[in-house]
């Protein structure tokens, strides 16, 4: 099994996006990039802390491809848009992928020149790409929250 973490805005959506990909094993929300251990859904929506909302993705790479995980996030979000996402604003809804291996960090960096390429985006795309540092999952009501509660709130969408 290889874990990923990626911000794309609200983690409620993302976590739910990735569920369903299968070779996904587990996905979980939390927070990641920021200085502080142990922060709290307040602290990180304070926009002190410096984390994002993430999801740690746990994947088959026998069952779906590292470079296929990351093609799908720039895909099921607005990569162009700064600290942002839909009605979501904050450098805690960045746009984010936080790699776990030397590997992980060539094949995004490859990814994500294939994204610029691709002419599918009108704006610059802004997503980071930067070495994982410890992931402190959210609090257990935001785990599984669109299983818990129904309905997508968050925006997450495919484009082909």
Known sequence: METTTVGAGCFWGVE?????VPGVIDAASG???GN???PTYKQVCSDSTGHAEVVEVTFDPVRVSYATLVDLIFKMHDPTQLNRQGPDVGTQYR???FTHSPDQDRVAKEELEKAKA???YQRPIVTVIEPAKAF???EDYHQRYFEKHGGAVCAT???R
């Open 157 to 159: 969408t495919i484009r």
């Open 136 to 138: 402190w999952p959210a």
């Open 31 to 33: 927070y990641a990039g």
């Open 36 to 38: 502080v251990d142990h």
């Open 95 to 97: 746009s984010a992928i």
């Open 16 to 20: 739910h996006f990735f569920r369903e």
């Open 118 to 120: 691709s002419g599918q």
